[in-house]
């Protein structure tokens, strides 16, 4: 049987469980990184990679695909309510390729390493005999009471998402900004109970945090914060938003509200739904009520 | 200009001249791993690849190339006297590949995790439209008075190598030992002044351990430890041997040649040549004197 037939999504789950020798592996790989704690620490750890073809086009402006390639691992990093520290770069590139080409990809590289406070510590550049590939792998830390992953939701929390989705493809999908200060604060200040990012699209990843958390989901399709032009179907299918999705209980509903307005006036937040019983997963709209 | 142009030691240097933000980073990547400060200890960081066509041909056992892939990197930590912890796998495959063989690749990285104590915390799976492409991160750690690089040779140094070298292609270079237990008990019982490991043949990497060190050295190319079938010039130039070179003070060697044939019993220890001033790089032998 080959891969396409099985569907990456059992490909995935199959093959990185994960191998833990010692108990200072905390979490498998259903979260979005790997915590391991480290001299009395919790350790984030998380490798992603884009490869031509699939992530991105052949025409793409490099530095964006430099710059794709280490956000993504930073936004995993913020899912979990960690900071991004250490990053290694390993390329594979065709033998033919210009090296002002290449020399951009890492411009962008460093411009979000820079942006992100993150210390490109090293990595390896071997010959590819096809496709362009990079693969970022990035170290985190997160404070023991604060680290938050897909798990912990509860019957009746509120789901919240930054931002706006649908319609990245053209072009946000690349100069997206994962959320890292606004992880920090949250995690800091209020009881978040499960958070992750969105990365393939509301219809996908918010099945995974309730199934993680063992409950349904409610959302109201009419209070999805939509990107200009994008409809509900584009916010919920589109992917590649890399906007923060989490659950947080009512009782903090209010006040994370009106804190976050002060806090970040130009970055939109939205209550879309709930967390409820589990069994039950609703997208509500108008001519739509989609089991998930 | 491309990059088959440059060479790869060029592009290599270039691109990964790392940008450190904070003084928690203690080295840069000409050392086979990045050293970085982590709540007091000093965490070790490298990653690694294996392509298709570059590293292996399509034919290779995949379990092997899984083997490979895991023991690349954990060669470069145990170059530093370190101890690998955690790994991470990222693979990108061709939709159209059989998942027997994709597990075996795992079964590969997963015995060599196993055998080496190595936990599998995570990673990505993504589409490939062309070769096979498996990257490892891998984390390790070292005690702050063992770590070892390529940079701390001195003058008058012997300089040493596990094993026997050449001829890997035949199979070795896929089902390699890395020397992680022996390296361990070299920098907890000597002072170990530099270690590397082979990757590209000693004509190439002991250049590079004399280069770092500001020093020259002397090979007696009739002292060189080979391979059944190998010859000297296989020994130098073949790579892939992910044997151990180290430079210690004559002072210690008669002790470690006494102790390592205790420890050791089956694995060959051999005195290859000395450190000297800087500006002299000879491999000294019959019909043989090369400025490298």
């Given at each position: 049987m080959n891969l396409s037939e099985l569907g990456e999504d059992v490909v995935v789950t199959r093959l990185t469980r994960s191998l833990h020798l010692d108990d200072r592996v905390k979490l498998g790989p259903g979260d979005d990184c790997a915590v391991v704690e480290?001299?009395?620490?919790?350790?984030?750890l998380k490798s992603d990679c884009v490869v031509e073809g699939i992530h991105f086009l052949p025409d793409a402006d490099p530095k964006w695909i430099g710059w794709k390639a280490m956000c993504r691992s930073i936004s995993d990093i913020a899912a979990m309510g960690g900071m991004p520290l250490d990053a290694l770069v390993t390329v594979a590139v065709r033998p033919e390729t210009d090296f002002a080409w290449l020399k951009r990809v890492y411009t962008g590289l460093a411009t979000a390493a820079k942006v992100y406070q993150v210390n490109l510590v090293g990595g390896e550049t071997a010959k590819s005999p096809g496709p362009f590939f990079l693969s970022i792998a990035l170290?985190?830390?997160?404070?023991?009471?604060?680290?938050?992953?897909?798990?912990?939701?509860?019957k009746g929390d509120w789901l919240f998402v930054t931002g706006k989705l649908g319609g990245s493809i053209g072009g946000r999908h690349l100069r997206f900004r994962p959320r890292v200060a606004e992880a920090r604060w949250l995690?800091?200040?209020?009881?978040?109970?499960a958070m992750m990012d969105l990365s393939d699209g509301l219809a996908s990843d918010l099945p995974r945090l309730a199934k993680a958390s063992?409950?349904?989901?409610?959302?109201?399709?009419?209070?999805?914060p939509l990107q200009s032009g994008a409809s509900p179907e584009n916010?919920?299918?589109?992917?590649e938003d890399y906007e923060l999705l989490f659950a947080l209980p009512a009782a903090a509903k209010k006040r994370l509200e009106l804190e976050w307005r002060r806090k970040f006036p130009s970055l939109r937040l939205t209550a879309i739904g709930r967390l409820v019983e589990n069994g039950r997963t609703h997208?509500?709209?108008?001519g739509y009520d989609h089991f998930v």
């Open positions: 480290t001299a009395g620490r919790l350790q984030l170290t985190g830390t997160v404070e023991r009471g604060r680290y938050v992953g897909r798990f912990g939701g509860r995690v800091s200040r209020f009881p978040i109970h063992r409950l349904g989901f409610e959302v109201d399709l009419a209070a999805l916010g919920l299918r589109d992917g997208f509500l709209g108008k």
